[in-house]
């Protein structure tokens, strides 16, 4: 029996893209003469030798090779414009291979966009049955699954309803629940959950995790990395259509965001940062209880994280609002903490100063957490903000005695910690 339902060897694909070498007319009045130019051309049989195009040969995907076991839950990650809906599209057989050879051993159900093998025209019944013949599925046994499906998307109320009329939420949920419930030996599943709400993208996770959990193969693609991490088990990074990196999806995770971590530069050369700059922090400090300055802190101690600042005399004079907003390696939200939430007022601003976020006890598990800051004029109105760098810096977190006791939750299980309590009564 082979093991390997996926097997790419050496996979490339090529596109000539055209580029117009005319150049586009500056005025109305050249544009009226080319294009009468262009029409006596066209009826005397002419061609215009001028606009004629050139070709650029453009590889999407080079040399991609990798295998996928069956019961595994591969995802595929990697920057905009890296080949990841290329290789879909290989894979599915929607288009073929420049280079290269796939082997695939089972039937494959695809979901690469919202609508791909559906019919405006037609009612979310018809739908569902024309969407499982595509996928070579007898009209027995989707009449067998229809009630599954029907009850998965949530959709009996517009069963009847011509898909055209459908919200794109509704067009996923009708494509996912087909896809998955017509039992596949491959699903191929490409940013589904960008279009779902929250109760939505938790069904599509749970039954990924079921299709692997029965034996079958699932290839997800999606910038949502949580998700990534929770429902897969193996990762691969496209990067300029190759494969960068294979392994596991923490593994896979971790190589990812070491390559989108901008190079360590000081705050005054960073050019993303946002703002009239009337307040302009120059230099960020980590100290810990004995307020010395540190490059990491432990988990149950206090922490300071010290914003110095310059301002100019186009500071605000009124309330400034100081926040700094603490994500996961994954870029997941974890803590915001703003100067207005502890009511602590601010202005006017000395000309250099440093505002000053203490926490009494440190409640995250060993880790690095990327730390962006804002300051802003007021909170809850639209304004500018003074000064306001993403991933400003990275807060180290290493193991401490939070409880006490010496333990705390594994990374994989917990990025906080609780500051709770058990007993036992008795009822």
Known sequence: MIDHVIKAENLGK??????QMKAAPATLR????????????????????????????????????????????????????????????????????????ITLQGRIASLLEVGTGFHPEL??????????????????????????????????????????????????????AVAAHLEPDIL?????????????????????????GEGRTVLFVSHNLQAVESVCRRGLVLGHGRVCFNGTQLEALDFYLKGMEPADIRLEDRTDRLGDGSVRVTSIELRNARGESVECVRTGESAEVRLYFHSTPEAPKSEIVVALNVRSAYDFPLFLHSSRFSRTAFGPLPKNGCFVCTIPRVPLVPGRYPVTYSVMPSWGRKAEYCDYIRHAFELEVRHGDYYGTGELPLSTHAVAVLDASWSLEKT
């Not at 090529?14 to 580029?19: F, N, R």
């Not at 809906?85 to 599915?92: A, D, E, I, V």
């Not at 191929?188 to 692997?212: H, S, T, Y």
């Open 188 to 212: 191929i599943v490409d940013e589904v959950l960008a279009v779902g709400d929250a109760k939505f993208q938790r069904k599509c996770l749970g039954r990924m995790d079921k299709v692997a």
């Open 30 to 101: 050249e544009a009226l003469a080319r294009g009468g130019a262009n029409l006596w051309n066209r009826l005397s049989g002419r061609r215009d030798s001028a606009a004629k195009p050139s070709y650029e040969e453009f590889w999407a995907l080079r040399d991609v090779s990798f295998e996928v076991r069956r019961g595994e839950v591969l995802g595929i990650i990697g920057p905009n414009g890296a080949g990841k809906s290329t290789l879909l599209k290989l894979l599915s057989r929607i288009t073929e291979p420049t280079t290269g050879r």
């Open 14 to 19: 090529k596109y000539a893209i055209a580029h």
């Open 123 to 176: 009612t979310g019944r018809e739908n569902i049955f024309l969407n499982g013949a595509i996928l070579g599925m007898p009209a027995s046994y989707i009449r067998r699954k229809f009630d599954e499906i029907v009850d998965f998307a949530d959709i009996e109320r517009f069963l009847d309803t011509p898909l055209k009329h459908y919200s794109s939420g509704m067009y996923a949920r009708l494509a996912f």
